[in-house]
């Protein structure tokens, strides 16, 4: 089993930026894969980000490329998302959650399906 627990969020201006932060404990293994997803209200859960921890490869969604940037800490097993030039649509509760069948695949990566252990979420409201 594994737990996480994610922080960071907040209010920000559009243009702003926030970090966010996923601690994860119990039976991690370097072999997973760490991923941030995102709900807004009304709508479906969207991925945001990845990372495989162990070679360290990242993968992001079209609509945050160039703006966000996902990371780790392999000390702390902390993954931690970057947010800069924040727009209003970025709006959302976030979500860390961790896989046990990471692949090199961006499809496989952005597949919620395929992750085992979700946070409880945090917020993240960017007014205009």
């Known amino acids: 089993q594994v737990q996480l627990v994610e922080s960071g969020g907040g209010l920000v201006q559009a243009g702003g930026s926030l970090r966010l932060s996923c601690a994860a404990s119990?039976?991690?293994?370097?072999?997973?894969?760490l991923g941030w997803f995102r709900q807004a209200p009304g709508k479906e859960r969207e991925f945001v980000a990845a990372?495989?921890?162990?070679?360290?490869?990242?993968y992001y969604a079209d609509s945050v490329k160039g703006r966000f940037t996902i990371s780790r800490d392999n000390a702390k097993v902390t993954v931690y998302l970057q947010m800069n030039s924040l727009k209003p649509e970025d709006t959302a509760v976030y979500y860390c959650a961790a896989t046990r069948s990471a692949t090199q695949a961006m499809g496989d990566m952005m597949s919620h399906t395929r992750y085992d252990y979700w946070g409880q979420g945090t917020q993240v409201t960017v007014s205009s």
């Open positions: 990372i495989r921890w162990s070679a360290g490869s990242t």
């Open positions: 119990g039976r991690f293994f370097s072999s997973y894969g």
